[in-house]
């Protein structure tokens, strides 16, 4: 079937030691997010891509990048993990158009559950 | 600045019983509204998507609406049964750009 998949589906981290997150899809998806939500909270969005363009939300901290090398993968790098970024992670994707938003559904990987030492 | 509220943020009902989650919003100006399950540690599945120009969606025994006139949308679920336990969040979609607008959701528990 096709899907979003996250790994891994628990990464344990040191204080400031850098983290990858990935995400692959098989939808062939052109918008891609990463959504970060802590305990019993809603999701927080990160940033998205649209193809390859980028767009960072104004309140991600610079702590956090993004890299999508193709339609089918992209990657959350924490450049120096603080205790305050021990949450889940979760990858997104959906049909978009150039001109915005569609009335297409969001298709959610599992989630990649961070831990911070 | 459009937000979103769910109420109530918990709900346990016996097995069996129909229900209805409760979403509102305070600008009216959406692109669509989307109803989210999540289940314990895991990921969001979209249940059903409402757009701007439509009153109802259904799925099986799930059924939502939307009146935007109000601010308001419900998530109808018929007949509950112990596997529908976990959280639903509702969330709007503004035309503006991609960032849903999100609930904090209403943890549901049905009991056996």
């Known amino acids: 079937d096709a899907m979003v998949i996250q790994n891994p589906r628990y990464q344990v981290t040191q204080f400031g030691k850098p983290v990858t997150l990935s995400c692959s899809q098989t939808?062939?998806?052109?918008?891609m997010y990463w959504y970060q939500q802590k305990s019993s909270q809603a999701p927080k969005l990160l940033f998205h891509?649209?193809?390859?363009?980028?767009?960072n939300e104004a309140d991600t901290p610079d702590n956090f990048q993004s890299r999508r090398p193709n339609t089918s993968f992209c990657f959350l790098d924490i450049r120096s993990p603080g205790l305050g970024d021990a949450a889940m992670y979760l990858c997104?994707?959906?049909?978009?158009?150039?001109?915005?938003?569609?009335?297409?559904?969001?298709?959610f990987g599992s989630g990649t559950q961070l831990s911070v030492l | 600045k459009q937000e979103v509220t769910q109420i109530p943020a918990a709900l346990s009902v016996p097995e069996g019983e129909n229900l209805v989650l409760n979403c509102s919003f305070t600008?009216?100006?959406?692109?669509?509204l989307q109803w989210f399950r999540q289940d314990p540690g895991k990921g969001l599945t979209s249940l059903l998507l409402?757009?701007?120009s439509q009153r109802e969606q259904t799925s099986g025994r799930l059924n939502a609406s939307l009146d935007k006139s109000s601010g308001r949308s419900t998530l109808y679920i018929a007949a509950s049964q112990p596997g529908d336990s976990a959280t639903y969040l509702c969330?709007?979609?503004?035309?503006?750009?991609?960032?849903?607008?999100w609930g904090a959701g209403t943890k549901l528990i049905i009991k056996p």
């Open positions: 969330a709007v979609l503004m035309d503006s750009n991609y960032q849903l607008i």
């Open positions: 600008d009216s100006a959406i692109y669509n």
């Open positions: 939808l062939n998806h052109n918008v």
């Open positions: 891509y649209y193809d390859k363009d980028f767009n």
């Open positions: 997104a994707t959906s049909r978009g158009s150039r001109r915005g938003p569609t009335n297409e559904k969001l298709f």
């Open positions: 409402i757009q701007s």
